[in-house]
């Protein structure tokens, strides 16, 4: 069974910077996605930043590009996104999403597990 736990999220005013972490738990190897979604009140779950464990690729939205940096600790089975010069915008819920097979990274339909979410709040 794989699990996913958030921590870190909270509230900062603009240019802050926050990192989210998300334990996970379940997987035999590291052969799979994680990926990164916020959601904003009315709007729908987007994907902000992915990483395949075993290869290291990521990719990046466009809007979080240059602010957002994913790393991970292999030992500690825990991935974290880095957010910096945060803005207003960047307000929403956030989840850690986890997958083996992903066609389309920013679509959530395409992940299997899901972690509890975390708030951000970005005050201007």
């Known amino acids: 069974q794989v699990q996913l736990v958030q921590s870190g999220g909270d509230s900062v005013p603009a240019g802050g910077s926050l990192r989210l972490t998300c334990g996970v738990s379940?997987?035999?190897?590291?052969?799979?996605?994680m990926a990164w979604f916020r959601q904003a009140p009315g709007k729908e779950r987007e994907g902000v930043a992915l990483?395949?464990?075993?290869?290291?690729?990521?990719a990046y939205a466009e809007s979080v590009k240059g602010r957002f940096t994913l790393s991970k600790d292999n030992a500690k089975n825990q991935l974290y996104l880095r957010m910096n010069s945060l803005k207003p915008e960047d307000t929403g819920t956030y989840y850690c999403?986890?997958?083996?097979?992903?066609?389309?990274?920013?679509?959530?339909?395409?992940?299997?597990?899901w972690g509890q979410g975390t708030q951000v709040t970005v005050s201007s």
């Open positions: 999403a986890a997958s083996e097979l992903v066609r389309n990274w920013r679509r959530a339909d395409d992940y299997e597990y």
């Open positions: 990483i395949h464990m075993e290869h290291e690729t990521t």
């Open positions: 379940g997987y035999t190897d590291n052969r799979y996605f």
